[in-house]
């Protein structure tokens, strides 16, 4: 019997509002799921180790990779250069192992691009901008200029929340994380191939307000900037 292929998992949301705390809890949750390792120039933190948070390499070998082709996916982001290996979520796929992505919503669209049957795609929100903001200055790691920078990022990121299937807003974690788990667990049962029980799924994400939800943060996120309208989603 042909082994089945795996899921990708792509888990995006603004800086801030929990997306790799809840992917974290899916993978403690389900063993079997691996976390997709990122190449990254930006230096190493604290506690952080090679191969296990992300693979750290020099800018020049970042831009050999990225020239011969080897991302998946790739983006600038604050000064920091990080990519998605093409050929480890191939390998991970015709295997049929299922892969966890923390990306942002630029990162996340381009994975879902190349393997379109095979991606779960899910929008993490936070309940308002302040807590937002709050939550970025709780890490207490950066400056008052570099938390302004991420959080002007974290409002224009929200407009990717129209390109995935699935939104869940992170006003309680246990119950944005079920909502995620019964994602994951229908996806795996449905993908690739049937999605309509993740559509009855998609449906239901709506009925609960969350697109509207979204687009009044966009809303306030553009009162906030001085400007009207929200930005355009795109890679």
Known sequence: MERPRGILVII??????????????LLGEFPELEFSVSYTTRPKRTGEREGHDYHF????EFQRMAGA?????????HGNHYGTSRAAVER?????????????GQGGCALAAKWPGDSLRVFVLPPSLSSLEERLRRR?????????????????ELAYH????????????????????????TAKRTLPGDASELEALRDG?????DWEHAERLIAEGGRRAGGEGA???GR
Request: aromatic share 6%.
């Open 57 to 60: 390499i020099s800018a020049e």
């Open 140 to 156: 207490a790691t950066d400056t008052d200029e570099v938390i302004r920078r991420r959080l002007k990022k974290a409002i224009e």
């Open 231 to 233: 930005p355009a989603a």
């Open 92 to 104: 991970a796929l015709s295997a049929g192992r299922d892969v966890v992505f923390d990306v942002d």
């Open 162 to 185: 129209r390109r995935y299937e699935h939104r869940i807003v992170n006003d309680d974690l246990d119950r944005a994380y079920q909502t995620l788990r019964e994602l994951y667990v």
């Open 69 to 77: 082709g080897e991302f998946a996916e790739w983006a600038e982001v």
């Open 205 to 209: 994400d709506r009925n609960r307000g």
């Open 12 to 25: 995006s949301s603004p800086s801030g509002a929990g997306k790799t705390t809840l992917a974290r809890r």
